[in-house]
């Protein structure tokens, strides 16, 4: 049925689902082959088929991602975590563990809590600020945290960009900032995947008109919350790496820009210094 709708790995989705509902690795499908699904089980992989056949993403399915080797739940209340957000976590722990100091971080806009939850993991001494302005995505940020038992390392605020930061604890407090914001151009929402464009949350995707709407705020505003030499890294769309440097640089409150590529050659994230 999924191969007839298109899908490309309409078996691996499959073997998914199963090993989902089963609780089992996906070669323990193969290793025990004879296993006989209960009533109920097929019921429920029936229902999870239909959820597939009608476009839902897998992820949401299942209710996990994998993302820098932890488990993440998900559901249409956050964006799906993408593999290409694996290289701006992984640049930021490279610079966290390179000073093995303790840092302060924030991350904008944190969705699922993919970069903070990683960050906190993957590097003990950081401590984390993790911001994002909708209240149901907060909840599967916190989830996630206690999930991989980084709930007390996380400080979590409710509100738009740095807006609940308050300024008297917070100007001048982080050693990085972290972003992958929303940064779909509205008119181009439209012509998405119908896999992301139906089902994943249009405030995790949205960028305002140009797309750039984000990256202008934060390039207006992250020089004052962050230390001196303090890093700010962003993840950008195709195309925009030119204009989000010019946003950036012309504040003239940064230096230093990095241009990171993705695995297919496309400008993925960038970083700046504060002056
Ligand atoms: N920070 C989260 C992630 O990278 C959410 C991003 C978003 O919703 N734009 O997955």
């Known amino acids: 049925m999924l191969q007839n709708k298109g899908a490309e790995s309409a078996r691996l989705e499959c073997e998914m689902l199963l090993s989902h509902i089963l609780g089992w690795q996906r070669h323990e499908l193969y290793l025990r082959k004879d296993w006989i699904l209960t009533e109920e089980q097929i019921q429920v992989f029936t229902d999870m088929l239909q959820r597939r056949l009608d476009g839902e993403p897998i992820q949401y399915i299942t209710g996990t991602r994998e993302f820098m080797g932890l488990p993440f739940f998900v559901d249409k209340r956050v964006l799906i975590p993408r593999w ?6 992984e640049y930021v722990l490279g610079v966290l563990r390179k000073k093995n100091q303790p840092a302060a971080v924030l991350d904008l806009g944190t969705g699922s809590g993919a970069i903070a939850v990683s960050l906190a993991v993957h590097f003990p001494r950081a401590s984390i600020t993790a911001v994002d302005i909708r209240e149901d995505a907060l909840q599967v940020a916190r989830e996630n ?15 738009d960009l740095f807006s609940p930061l308050k300024p008297a604890r917070y100007h001048e407090y982080f050693d ?51 230390k001196e030499e303090g890093l700010i890294a962003v993840e950008i769309g195709y195309g925009q790496s030119s204009s989000v440097q010019e946003l950036f640089l012309e504040t003239g409150a940064y230096q230093g820009q990095e241009v990171h590529k993705d695995l297919a050659g496309i400008d993925r994230f960038l970083v700046f210094q504060k002056k």
């Open 145 to 159: 945290a206690k999930r991989n038992e980084v709930l007390s390392c996380i400080d979590f605020y409710k509100g």
């Open 176 to 226: 990085a900032i972290v972003s992958n914001p929303p940064y779909i151009p509205t008119g181009e929402i439209n012509g998405l995947m119908p896999e992301v464009r139906e089902h994943e949350p249009a405030s995790a995707l949205d960028g305002g008109a140009d797309g750039l709407f984000f990256y202008r705020r934060i390039a207006d505003q992250a020089w004052r919350y962050l």
């Open 84 to 89: 290409e957000t694996e290289l701006l976590t």
